[in-house]
């Protein structure tokens, strides 16, 4: 992996460790205060991983398919609690990294799913061409 892809990597990492963290604190001080929102942050959390490892081994046609799935899974998150922190802010009081369609990340969890997909089109995996076995003379 090089190019875009390596910094694609990069910042899925970052906000992987970023969601981890925050997730973990909130969830270990005020998780009776806002469970939704802290839970969500946690399940953000996991996307992430799941996601920068999947990009790692896209190589491979079920990691592939694993990035696919977490990453389109990760642009639903952040256009649904998105619209719900702007539609029904008293759901989320308490900020998760994907309210305000990442806002609070200066809206990277907006534009990364996109450029993750985008990513996913450009590169799929090589698969190996199959080998075309002559046929058999009937004698």
Same mark, same amino acid.
């Given at each position: 992996?090089?190019? #875009?892809?390596?910094? @694609?990597?990069? !910042?899925y990492? $970052?906000?992987? &460790?970023?969601?981890?963290?925050?997730?973990?604190?909130?969830i270990?001080?005020?998780?009776?205060?806002?469970?939704?929102?802290?839970?969500?942050?946690?399940?953000?959390?996991?996307?992430?991983?799941?996601?920068?490892?999947?990009?790692?081994?896209?190589?491979s046609?079920?990691?592939y398919?694993v990035a696919?799935?977490? #990453?389109?899974?990760e @642009?639903v998150g !952040?256009?649904? $609690?998105?619209? &719900?922190?702007l539609?029904?802010?008293?759901?989320?009081?308490?900020?998760?990294v994907?309210?305000?369609f990442?806002?609070?990340?200066?809206f990277?969890?907006?534009?990364?799913?996109?450029?993750?997909?985008?990513?996913?089109?450009t590169?799929?995996p090589?698969?190996?061409?199959?080998t075309?076995?002559p046929?058999?003379?009937?004698?």
């Amino acid at each position: 992996m090089t190019g #875009i892809g390596r910094v @694609l990597v990069i !910042v899925y990492g $970052i906000m992987a &460790l970023a969601a981890t963290g925050r997730s973990f604190v909130q969830i270990a001080q005020r998780f009776e205060e806002a469970p939704l929102a802290y839970s969500l942050s946690a399940v953000s959390a996991l996307v992430y991983i799941l996601a920068t490892l999947a990009l790692v081994f896209a190589g491979s046609r079920v990691w592939y398919l694993v990035a696919w799935v977490a #990453i389109a899974f990760e @642009l639903v998150g !952040v256009l649904v $609690i998105g619209t &719900l922190s702007l539609v029904l802010p008293e759901l989320f009081a308490h900020p998760t990294v994907w309210s305000w369609f990442g806002m609070g990340y200066v809206f990277v969890p907006l534009v990364l799913p996109f450029l993750g997909l985008w990513w996913l089109i450009t590169h799929r995996p090589h698969t190996p061409a199959a080998t075309v076995q002559p046929a058999a003379v009937a004698s």
